[in-house]
């Protein structure tokens, strides 16, 4: 029966433009206030209550969402809301930055690590690298680990991937950092035009690191200027938008989960990519990924 679900999903993103996935800000708390993250910059909407969250839930798998993508903040601060998620959606997705714990929910985790424990806790503070890890070995849930290259981590990724190779994880996924079109003072931001020489040394390393590391050549190419990158950098090309609704933490639409004033221009979003590798070009190992991280 999962299998039967699962396939029906990716038959859905693929041949139809049917919205089937809830992209959620499930709560507006954080304890991390990481120096890539828009959240913290950002004056949020007040969010639901537990009840009105549920029966928001509920009103959207009734309207035929069967994927959601649990966000925050940190989704585990709301524990009981991220049980709940798992129970209402078929195909649930929880991002955590692993401070929290891994519970034993119907749930895919995705663990947000930006690198060895120098360069994650200079990103998300002193002590968060240790804490996700030490939660990570012990999660009921083999996760898969999510980075977002900066400035602050790019020099970093093979010692990182090293070390990620002997945890228990699925895979690893990479996004660019994704700014915004306004208060961006430009430190994190990898320009467009300077991300080949990353790509290459990844798709090098893929080479050594291919148990765990997903990226595949198709992929690559969709964040390259000189590639596939100008098919879909805009908000209304953009094809997660397509198949994905994104939701505050009070249930009104926003237009994408980096927020209202994410630059399309310069995104560097990793599911996009993973998306278009295999669903457009159907890359049997992106299409593989994609399958192993769909609950
Ligand atoms: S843990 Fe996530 S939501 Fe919290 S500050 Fe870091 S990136 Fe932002
Ligand atoms: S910034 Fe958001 S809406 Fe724009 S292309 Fe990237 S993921 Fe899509």
């Known amino acids: 029966m999962t299998k039967f679900k699962k396939s029906r999903l990716l038959y859905t993103w693929a041949f139809t433009r049917r919205k089937t996935t809830a992209a ?11 120096s890539h993250c828009y959240w913290w910059k950002e004056e949020r909407p007040e969010e639901l209550g537990d009840d009105a969250m549920v029966a928001f839930m509920k009103s959207l798998r009734a309207k035929g969402m069967t994927a959601a993508i649990i966000y925050g903040g940190e989704p585990m601060l709301r524990p009981k809301m991220c049980e709940a998620a798992s129970k209402i959606f ?10 929290q714990g891994f519970t034993q929910i119907n749930a895919e985790w995705i663990l947000s690590l930006d690198g060895t424990k120098a360069v994650h806790d200079s990103i998300r503070g002193y002590g968060a690298h ?5 939660n990570l070995r012990k999660a009921p849930r083999k996760p898969v680990v999510h980075t977002t290259i900066t400035r602050q981590n790019r020099h970093n990724l093979e010692e990182f991937l090293d070390e990620l190779a002997g945890l228990p994880i699925k895979g690893v996924g990479f996004s660019f950092y994704t700014p915004h079109r ?26 050594k690191y291919w148990r765990i590391l997903g990226l595949t050549t ?3 190419n969709q964040f390259r200027k000189d590639g596939e990158f100008s098919e879909w950098n805009s908000n209304e090309k953009c094809p997660v938008n397509k198949v994905c609704n994104c939701y505050n933490a009070d249930g009104t639409l926003k237009p ?7 630059d399309c221009s310069r995104c560097g979003c990793a599911s996009i990519p993973l998306y278009r590798a295999a669903i457009r070009h159907l890359d049997p190992l992106a299409l593989f990924m994609i399958y192993r991280m769909v609950k």
Request: net charge negative.
């Open 182 to 207: 306004t208060g961006d003072d430009g430190s994190l931001f990898i320009p467009v035009d300077e991300r080949d020489p990353i790509l290459d040394e990844l798709l090098r390393l893929r080479k």
């Open 24 to 34: 959620i800000d499930i709560t507006n708390s954080c304890n991390l206030k990481c």
């Open 90 to 99: 078929d195909h649930p997705l929880i991002f955590t930055n692993g401070t």
């Open 256 to 262: 994408c989960t980096y927020g209202s004033d994410a």
């Open 130 to 134: 240790d804490c996700a890890v030490g």
């Open 218 to 220: 198709t992929m690559a």
